[in-house]
């Protein structure tokens, strides 16, 4: 036989096309598209159905090691499971830099972590808490053009924030050596001091989470991560993005010529910050807490605009797994713990997909190309992966998803293969579903079943992200 395996009559979607074609796969990558291809040692006849690239969830948190007694529940096995049973074919988790710890040993840490576990390919973006002049001036770039090449800041969080002039310093390299800096934008002091007389005043429950958090305290952090990107003249990222505030200041931006990028996530769109006020014997509200908090629900609107009109360019999951029950999770300050001892974080890397996919391709709101973008191809290029990853190609990877639709089914935690014990989206309804994950050309997700193993998945060193190629000259005549 001329292929390894043959999808017959795929339905496939691009970032740019829809057709129809045979796809042919010899060892691990896409060998052929066309019509009537040769013989497949194996075949499957997709007739028809949907047949997009794999999703890459650019934001998820496995195994890092967290400063509050809590652990996450998903490793690099039950995470990479987890993605790979939604569709899932690539993962972007983050290997965290402890405060006077060099980056080089928060990498190697990370890399001990997934080894043999990984079903599916994975990258790093790094974080960057502790930004001192070796770190600025020889870890940052060998780590660059070693494949590491996005990094996340933190304006908020006392063990992970960065001061303005560090961060700064950081997207000065990030410009000299054409990485991508993602930015958790919120005002560190705002919440501070809201959550000191919200507790003062014995408002402890999970719904003052998000009252300590308002859209202002992100709309001024996104604006001043804005100015600092322009200041610098390197493009930026701006990561979970919760709605219109900050929204009007990314289309402020992009009014103004600036190259500001940013991601969204399934919280926005189908929770609000009234479910951290559900305060059952289910313990919801505690569920909820993530940061940015959700917003009302004429907000989840707001970000299905933001995604439909470009605002967006990312859709990711966000994922930071902590149970429910047992002393390391939500509450591993004591149930009655206040809301600012509750890890901040909710589970999505299995359910992104279908929900994107249900609720906004199958409704009308966003095409099929829109949806592979944001999932797949934009994040390719945005973290260097592309044309390796992201998209239906020759020569390209051969990790591609054949999808169930028309469905009438409801999101049950019981489903799902991480190691939570909750989904937020309990109940919610997905008419769209994976049925076959193929990575690398095998299958690792099929009929209801997974049949990935642990440490197939690779490392995946990044080239320079697309949009931050260094450019010749800085833009404005600047004289520095
Ligand atoms: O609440 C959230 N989003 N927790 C995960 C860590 C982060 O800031 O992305
Ligand atoms: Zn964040
Ligand atoms: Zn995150
Ligand atoms: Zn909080």
Request: net charge negative; with cysteine.
């Amino acid at each position: 036989a001329e292929f390894d395996l043959v999808i017959r009559r795929a339905r496939c979607a691009t970032a740019a096309d829809v057709f129809d074609a045979d796809i042919g796969i010899r060892n691990g990558t896409i060998a052929s598209l066309g019509s009537n291809l040769a013989d497949g040692v194996e075949e499957i006849d997709a007739a028809g159905r949907w047949v997009l690239p794999g999703g890459i969830d650019g934001h998820c948190h496995l195994d890092q090691p967290t400063s509050d007694g809590s652990k996450m529940a998903d490793d690099f096995l039950s995470g990479t499971r987890s993605a790979a049973c939604g569709g899932t074919t690539t993962v972007f988790p983050f290997a965290c830099q402890q405060k006077g710890q060099s980056l080089r040993a928060a990498v190697d840490d990370y890399h001990q972590r997934a080894e043999g576990k990984a079903c599916i390919d994975y990258a790093f973006h790094l974080i960057v808490t502790d930004a001192t002049p070796e770190v600025l001036a020889n870890e940052l770039p060998a780590l660059i053009r070693e494949g590491y090449t996005s990094f996340k800041i933190y304006m908020t969080y006392d063990d992970l924030k960065l001061s303005d002039r560090e961060i700064i310093d950081v997207l000065a390299v990030a410009r000299e050596h054409g990485a991508m800096v993602m930015v958790h934008a919120e005002n560190a002091d705002c919440i501070a001091w809201l959550t000191e007389r919200l507790l003062a005043h014995g408002h402890t429950a999970p719904r003052y989470h998000a009252e300590a958090r308002p859209m202002l305290v992100e709309r001024e952090a996104t604006h001043r991560a804005i100015a600092y990107a322009e200041l610098v003249d390197v493009p930026i990222l701006i990561v979970h993005v919760s709605g219109r505030e900050a929204i009007e200041q990314l289309r402020w931006a992009h009014s103004h010529g600036l190259r500001i990028y940013a991601e969204t996530c399934p919280q926005y769109l189908f929770l609000t910050a009234d479910d951290l006020g559900i305060d059952d014997n289910d313990h919801r509200g505690a569920k909820c807490i993530c940061s940015p908090p959700p917003r009302d629900k004429a907000n989840q609107q707001v970000v299905w605009d933001g995604l439909e009109s470009g605002a967006f360019q990312i859709f990711s999951s966000d994922h930071a797994p902590f149970t429910f029950a047992g002393p390391q999770g939500k509450f591993t300050a004591g149930s009655e713990a206040s809301f600012d001892r509750i890890p901040n974080g909710i589970p999505g890397l299995e359910t992104r997909l279908a929900l994107l996919f249900s609720h906004g391709v199958e409704t009308g709101r966003l095409t099929m190309q829109q949806f592979v973008a944001l999932t797949a191809t934009n994040v390719a290029r945005m973290y260097g992966l592309y044309p390796r990853k992201g998209s239906i190609a020759v020569g390209a990877d051969a990790d591609l998803v054949i999808w169930d639709t028309g469905l009438d089914r409801r999101i049950r935690n019981s489903d799902l293969h991480h190691n939570v014990d909750y989904t937020p989206y309990e109940n919610i309804s997905v008419t769209a579903w994976p049925a076959l994950t193929l990575s690398r050309g095998e299958v690792v997700w099929r009929d209801g079943n997974y049949l990935g193993s642990a440490g197939r998945g690779e490392f995946l060193p990044c080239a320079l992200p697309e949009p931050a190629r260094p450019k010749p000259q800085p833009s404005g005549g600047n004289t520095w």
